[in-house]
């Protein structure tokens, strides 16, 4: 089993739209959890960490799920300018102030005009 | 902006030979991560650095090393190159709360 999984995607939705990004992580150990963007060819920026009671920053609504092993990004309103990929990350320590990042494959997202 | 730079941004090299990748991170990253991202893939982590030491590593062989210098400034070496290192090379500097992790641009290396 991968540490991370997200749906394979691509998604590929109209200007407007709701859609929904899932990922589980196989760690029961893992600490923090975020939820990076990467547009293509470029560093993955983060989107928003996302904390055990959920969080949402405007369009953008994180859930974890911890006893599951969840953890969700909802985008509404879709804008063109959210077309990138999605990458779930989970952050387990691995020693004395370390850190140590785990991605997921990552969803694309295309939003249509 | 992260406050994170990496040279050189693109590196065409051939299979066997040897490169240094460099990161430069403000104060207050004193921990810094590398990463290699192949095609399609997420990153996957390579080591990170806290005080000048290594202080965690992932699945990659001893060909990739490291160095952290005083002034937060990090290098990523790779000997012996191999087909498959061809990808692109993150170095992220931490801090936050929870202990956030923000990139560099990357350097993309191409081995021949």
């Known amino acids: 089993r991968k540490e991370v999984e997200q749906d394979p995607g691509p998604f590929n939705v109209p200007e407007g739209a709701t859609v929904a990004f899932n990922c589980t992580y196989s760690n029961s150990a893992s600490q923090s959890f975020f939820w990076y963007r990467q547009d293509c060819r470029k560093e993955p920026k983060l989107l928003m960490s996302?904390?055990?009671s959920g969080n949402e920053d405007g369009r953008f609504t994180a859930q974890l799920n911890r006893a599951s092993q969840y953890i969700s990004l909802l985008i509404r309103d879709s804008k063109l300018s959210d077309s990138a990929t999605y990458l779930c990350?989970?952050?387990?320590?691995?020693?004395?102030?370390?850190?140590?990042?785990?991605f997921g494959k990552g969803t694309k997202l295309s939003v249509i005009p | 902006e992260t406050g994170v730079t990496q040279s050189p941004t693109h590196l065409i090299k051939t299979r066997g030979q040897q490169v240094t990748l460099r990161c430069s991170s403000q104060s207050g990253h004193n921990t810094v991560s590398w990463y290699q991202q192949a095609l399609g893939q997420g990153p996957q982590f390579i080591f990170q650095y806290y005080r000048e030491e290594e202080n965690g590593r992932g699945n990659f062989p001893p060909r990739f090393s490291g160095l952290q210098f005083p002034n937060y400034s990090s290098e990523l070496n790779v000997n012996a190159l191999e087909l498959d290192d061809s990808a692109l090379y993150l170095c992220a500097g931490q801090r936050g709360t929870y202990n956030e992790q923000f990139f560099g641009p990357g350097t993309r290396l191409t081995v021949l």
């Open positions: 996302v904390y055990s």
């Open positions: 990350v989970v952050n387990l320590r691995s020693g004395a102030g370390s850190y140590q990042l785990t």
